[in-house]
């Protein structure tokens, strides 16, 4: 039987799509280990077998330890792993691409690079998050303006909608303890909704430290990303977690939001919405779910194909 040294990485042929997965699976005080593909969360209770290939996110919470076994299969399948604490948020994630092609990230960088086009695609994300809303004339300190009033306006109306008293967002890093209990949900809300938004856009092969709205962070484009279903999505089940108690508000909280992402499709909707973002007005070329398809740049943005020696091109 071969070793997992000498196991051969997957293709992304062979990995599962990540719309089609589970958009996340939290453990806590146990032991996880690899068994064949599959990983295995071991505690008091005993053994749980979950497959690997059909995880999005996998969240580490407080009492967990993982081999590095557990680790390779993760990364193989294209999983991203995030450490995660009841008493503070800690994010940590990786994961790699579910594609061999950099024309998503290529697309990425060019409308980054481009203030006007970083802008347009800022506006673009306003536009899916508050589609009532036309924000072609606002500036970028304008769009912030906009934004944040909005989700003030979410926060009451799920206020209101729920009957759960509310005084305001307030979040003490390092203490999830501190804030009321609708505070410790949108906190635990924020928590998931970042791993599934990591999965995403590790899987797509984009650049997570890119952002068009968040800057200087190497998540950037990954808060970017779960803000889009923040007050849609995010916050309402946050609101009716804290209506039914106060209780457990963060493992209730992140039931509800997995109930609530696979019922809507979120990772489907999710892919689609960065594919629109970042080719807005062509289709992903047919290689995109090819296999390993690799060129080299000429000039005036040609690509010859590589793998061969072009000295005889060159004129001294």
């Not at 407080?62 to 193989?76: C, E, K, N, Y």
């Not at 990230?105 to 980054?112: F, K, L, M, S, Y």
């Given at each position: 039987m071969a070793t997992v040294a000498q196991r051969r990485a997957s293709s992304p042929r062979d990995l599962t799509r990540v719309a089609e997965r589970i958009s996340f699976?939290?453990?806590?005080?146990?032991?996880?280990?690899?068994?064949?593909?599959?990983?295995?969360a071991e505690d008091a209770d005993g053994t749980t077998h979950i497959p690997s290939a059909t995880i999005g996110t996998l969240l580490l919470g407080?009492?967990?330890?993982?081999?590095?076994?557990?680790?390779?299969?993760?990364?193989?399948s294209g999983a991203a792993?995030?450490?995660v604490g009841e008493q503070g948020v800690r994010y940590y994630a990786g994961g790699r691409a579910l594609t061999r092609s950099s024309a998503l990230?290529?697309?990425?960088?060019?409308?980054?690079a481009n203030l006007r086009t970083r802008l347009d695609v800022a506006r673009a994300m306003y536009r899916l998050r508050f589609p009532d809303e036309d924000p072609s004339g606002l500036t970028r300190k304008g769009l912030l303006g906009h934004e944040g009033i909005r989700v003030k306006e979410c926060y009451r109306q799920q206020a209101r909608r729920t009957g759960v008293p509310w005084h305001g967002r307030h979040y003490v890093p390092g203490d999830f303890t501190?804030?009321?209990?609708p505070n410790q949900a949108i906190t635990a809300a924020g928590q998931c909704m970042y791993g599934v938004a990591h999965a995403v856009?590790?899987?797509l092969g984009c650049a997570t430290g890119l952002g068009f709205i968040h800057s200087g962070h190497e998540l950037s484009f990954v808060l970017d990303v779960a803000d889009l279903y923040k007050t849609e999505?995010?916050?309402?089940?946050?609101?009716?977690?804290?209506?039914?108690?106060?209780?457990?508000?963060?493992?209730?909280?992140?039931?509800a939001l997995r109930d609530r992402i696979n019922k809507?499709?979120?990772?489907?909707?999710?892919v689609d919405d960065i594919k629109t973002l970042l080719l807005p007005t062509q289709p992903l070329p047919a290689s995109h779910e090819a296999g390993d398809i690799v060129t080299l740049q000429s000039d005036r943005e040609v690509t010859v194909p590589a793998g061969r020696n072009y000295a005889e091109a060159v004129t001294w």
């Open positions: 699976i939290y453990l806590e005080r146990c032991v996880v280990h690899r068994e064949d593909n599959a990983i295995t407080p009492g967990t330890r993982i081999t590095h076994q557990a680790m390779s299969v993760l990364a193989d792993v995030a450490w990230v290529e697309a990425q960088a060019t409308r980054w501190a804030g009321d209990a856009v590790a899987a999505i995010g916050i309402p089940v946050a609101f009716d977690v804290a209506a039914e108690g106060t209780e457990d508000i963060g493992s209730r909280t992140r039931r809507t499709r979120l990772l489907d909707r999710c």
